[in-house]
Every structure is written in structure tokens, then in C-alpha cells.
């Protein structure tokens, strides 16, 4: 029996690179997987290869910085499948870089009320269905929240947020049989990690210098990460941040 069988799982932000990777390796262990985004068009061809593919999905689109989409979205999962098993809260936007003295209190706002104020609110909204079939969420965190990297205060803020959101969160909903935790993914190649370096080429120059492995990561890695978390394997584990970086942060 897969690992999954049975489970209806909800990726946020699982439209492009992570969080579609994600999506794939949870139908491919049987879960039934509602991927959910902003952008529309994305959103259907994830869907669309996960059923080619073999497997079950659906899209709902919703902004997880208003608290009305997420109220529907998870409303929409429940009226579908009856049931939610898994969170993947993996939305989240690197929002404006550079140094602090060009940024604006706008710019703080954007990234914080996508990255912090909607993981909030999707543990908020889900955690009653989880509780019903002991489920799990898993938070996406990142390396810069434990490494400093300049030019990237909001974004590293955001994250650290997250870690202390995922062992509050945690130890508030242990009690009722939710188990969260997160994932910290290190450079991985995908749209936001290159909009970050600038391009590939200097995504896997950094790697080869400063990361101890040598090499960037892919997005399947962090989704099977995200499955170990999610899954009966990982049972008593609670609150915990599980860093995916070829031990950058471990120099």
C-alpha cells in the first residue's frame, strides 16, 4: 500500500517548483492532491500532469494572504473529499531584495502578509479537519532564516517567522493530534531560487563554493523531505525545522 493511500493532501502555492514537485510525489504515494495558487493557468497544468501522470488532483485557486480564499479553499477540499489529511503550506513570495535603505514598509508588508500571515491563516482554517483524521502540516521555511545572507532582510525575517510559527503552532495543536512541522530548503533550482542568484549559472556557483555538498538542490528533494515529515514515519516528530541545504547551515 502506498504511504498515502486514502489521504487527501492540500499543497499550497503547488503550481510551480516546489510545491508542484511536492504535489506529484504525494499523488504518486496514492494521496488524492488539491493544488492551490494564485495563478490560474499554473495551477491546471500542475493538476493536469499529476492525472496523466496517474494520479488524482484538483485546483482550487485562492490568495492565502486573504483570509476569505482560505476559509473557501478549505471549505472547497472539505466539500470534495470529505476529509483533509496533510498540509503542505508552501506558498510564499521572495518579495523585494536589496539593501534595507531601498526597501519600503510596503515591501515588508507584501512578503510578510503572503509568507507569514497566510501560513497563519491556512493552520488557522485547516487545523479543525486535521484534528478529525490526526493529521499533519508542514511549513516551508528557508536556510536564510538561519544564515545571513545580505539583501535579504524581509524575506530571512519572514522565514525565521515561520520556524517560530511552525514550534508554537506545534505545541498549541499537538494536543488534538496535528503534528507541524517545516522544511528549510537551501538553494534549489527552480524560478525563485535563479531570481535570487540572478541566473542558474550563479545559483551553481554559489553552490560550488559555499555549500559543502558542491551542488544545488531540485525541488524533488525537498518534496521527499516533505513526505518523511508528513508521514506516519515521522510520528513523534513535532515542532521541528528540517534543513535541506548540502549543510550550508551547518559551517
Not at 502555492?13 to 511536492?22: D, E, L
Not at 504515494?29 to 494564485?38: M, N, T, Y
Not at 507569514?116 to 484534528?131: E, N, T
Not at 494536543?175 to 542558474?200: C, H, K, W, Y
Amino acid at each position: 500500500m502506498k504511504r498515502f493511500e486514502g489521504k487527501v493532501v492540500l499543497v499550497t502555492g503547488g503550481n510551480v517548483g516546489i510545491g508542484r514537485a511536492t504535489a506529484e510525489a504525494f499523488a504518486r504515494e496514492g494521496a488524492k492532491v488539491v493544488v492551490s495558487a494564485r495563478r490560474e493557468v499554473e495551477g491546471i497544468a500542475a493538476v493536469k500532469r499529476i492525472a496523466e501522470s496517474g494520479g488524482e488532483a484538483s485546483f482550487f485557486r485562492a490568495d492565502v494572504a486573504i483570509e476569505a480564499d482560505v476559509t473557501a479553499l478549505v471549505a472547497q477540499v472539505i466539500r470534495k473529499y470529505g476529509r483533509l489529511d496533510v498540509v503542505f503550506n508552501n506558498a510564499g513570495i521572495e518579495g523585494k531584495l536589496g539593501p534595507i535603505a531601498t526597501l519600503t514598509a510596503a515591501d515588508f508588508d507584501e512578503t510578510f502578509g503572503v509568507n507569514v500571515r497566510g501560513s497563519w491563516l491556512v493552520i488557522k482554517h485547516a487545523a479543525p479537519h486535521l484534528a478529525t483524521t490526526k493529521g499533519s502540516i508542514v511549513n516551508n521555511a528557508s536556510v536564510a532564516a538561519v544564515v545571513g545572507m545580505a539583501g535579504t532582510t524581509i524575506y530571512a525575517a519572514s522565514k525565521g517567522a515561520i520556524e517560530t510559527l511552525t514550534r508554537t503552532a506545534a505545541i498549541e495543536l499537538i494536543g488534538t493530534g496535528v503534528r507541524v512541522n517545516a522544511v528549510s530548503p537551501g538553494p534549489i533550482e527552480t524560478d525563485m531560487g535563479q531570481r535570487f542568484f540572478g541566473t542558474l549559472d550563479n545559483m551553481r556557483a554559489f553552490a560550488s563554493t559555499a555549500v559543502p555538498s558542491g551542488v544545488t538542490g531540485h525541488p524533488e528533494d525537498i518534496a521527499e523531505a516533505v513526505l518523511y515529515l508528513a508521514s506516519a514515519e515521522a510520528r513523534f516528530v513535532v515542532g521541528q525545522t528540517l534543513l535541506v541545504d548540502g549543510g550550508l547551515s551547518s559551517q
